[in-house]
């Protein structure tokens, strides 16, 4: 027991000298370890994320799978704000795949909650590509119409046609004819 003890004091103190940017980094991979998930430059996508996700980044001429995972999140958190919690639930059911259903669902506990509480949101097409935009922190020479119309296109392709109808009716004029011209 001596020993064990004395490993972890002669351990404590050199914490103490180590910079805060890797003291940082360190509780960071501390707490991803301790919930079970990965970090995000080591995230590991399935072939059907990867699937999903490579379409919306070649549409929408992005970077890297990362950008075109955190877009398409704004993108589908942004239309879950148009519709009613009923709309939003059978959208989320009617996506072939549940891989991809779950890029639908938010993924805060406390946004999901309030959002179920609140009514459907009243925003216009302009709002709606400035909330893309400033929420998703858009790369350079990327347009957020570009990734709208990207996402969209992808959603659809996983979505039955009953449930594209439900959202084309969800949609301000401009968006919707974003989604239907695809």
Excluded: C
């Amino acid at each position: 027991m001596r020993g064990a003890a004395l490993n972890v004091n002669s351990f404590l103190p050199k914490l103490v000298f180590v910079p805060w940017y890797h003291r940082a980094e360190l509780a960071v991979s501390i707490i991803a370890a301790n919930l079970g998930k990965s970090t995000m430059a080591s995230e590991k996508f399935s072939a059907n994320e990867r699937a999903f996700l490579e379409k919306v980044m070649q549409r929408a001429n992005l970077p890297d799978i990362y950008d075109a995972r955190d877009l398409t999140l704004v993108v589908f958190r942004s239309m879950r704000d148009l519709m009613t919690t009923e709309a939003a639930d059978r959208t989320e059911a009617a996506f072939k795949d549940e891989e991809i259903a779950a890029f639908w669902k938010d993924d805060n506990p406390i946004v999901r909650v309030l959002s179920r509480l609140r009514p459907p949101l009243k925003i216009d097409t302009e709002t709606f590509l400035r909330r893309i935009q400033q929420e998703g922190g858009l790369p350079k020479d990327t347009s957020a119409e570009g990734v709208v119309i990207a996402v969209f296109s992808a959603a659809r392709e996983e979505l039955s046609e009953a449930q594209i109808k439900e959202i084309s009716s969800t949609l301000p004029d401009g968006l919707n004819v974003m989604w239907d011209q695809i």
